[in-house]
């Protein structure tokens, strides 16, 4: 069965902390994402990677960097977390993409990071 | 960035009663993904549909998709209590590399 798992279900900060955030998926499949999710704003793509050492920049990539050293592990890091990242972060993985689009996207339950 | 956009923002229906949520984009796409998202859990797929067809069925989803309008929907008929979420509609980046999704649409159905 399919199967994304991020880190931690709810993870409370300070302002200035680094924070990490891992997701890893078993399904072998090329690409990771981040997103964030708030009240009213849906999710927006933070960063995705489509292989191993790859990264591309999404929507909302300020405050944010990526690591993917394996397949199947994708991190996402506060460099120096501030109270406008509070949020609910969710990682998603999808076979690579061809000539009909995006493939579909299988989602981990989920971080809800509080930054005080 | 193209997003796309459901309408309405929430809805309410009897257990029994069909429910339809609407989906309009920008720019062309290859294809258009539904997702539901049951309260504070992450989303889970319903439904692709590419750009050269017209409609979709899974279950008791069906869903359209006009390009000329730029625009699809999802019916969920005989609806139940457990329906009851938040359902978005995703499509291509200009890339054609990853999903936006649109801020979603919440349905409840009461019993």
């Known amino acids: 069965d399919v199967k994304v798992t991020q880190s931690s279900r709810y993870l409370v900060k300070r302002t200035g902390e680094k924070v990490f955030l891992e997701c890893v998926q078993d399904?072998?499949?090329?690409?990771m994402f981040w997103y964030r999710q708030d009240p009213g704003l849906g999710l927006r793509l933070i960063y995705f990677?489509?292989?191993?050492?790859?990264?591309e920049k999404g929507d909302i990539p300020e405050g944010y960097s990526v690591s993917r050293e394996k397949k199947e592990r994708f991190s996402l890091i506060l460099e120096s977390a501030s109270t406008n990242q509070t949020s609910m972060y969710l990682c998603a993985s999808s076979l690579l993409g061809g000539r009909i689009g995006p493939n579909e996207q299988f989602f981990g339950p989920g971080t809800r990071l509080t930054v005080l | 960035s193209q997003q796309g956009e459901e309408d309405p923002q929430a809805l309410s229906i009897q257990e029994g009663e069909n429910a339809t949520m609407n989906c309009s984009y920008k720019?062309?796409?290859?294809?258009l993904q539904w997702y539901r998202q049951n309260s504070g859990r992450g989303l889970v797929h319903l439904i692709l549909?590419?750009?050269?067809?017209r409609e979709k069925h899974s279950g008791r989803l069906r869903v359209t998709l006009d390009t000329s309008k730029k625009s699809s929907s999802l019916l969920i008929t005989a609806s139940r209590a457990a329906d009851t979420a938040s359902y978005f509609c995703a499509t291509d980046n200009q890339a054609g590399t990853a999903l936006i999704f649109g801020k979603g649409t919440t349905l409840s159905v009461s019993s």
């Open positions: 399904m072998d499949h090329e690409n």
């Open positions: 720019t062309s796409i290859n294809n």
């Open positions: 549909i590419r750009s050269n067809e």
């Open positions: 990677s489509y292989d191993v050492k790859m990264k």
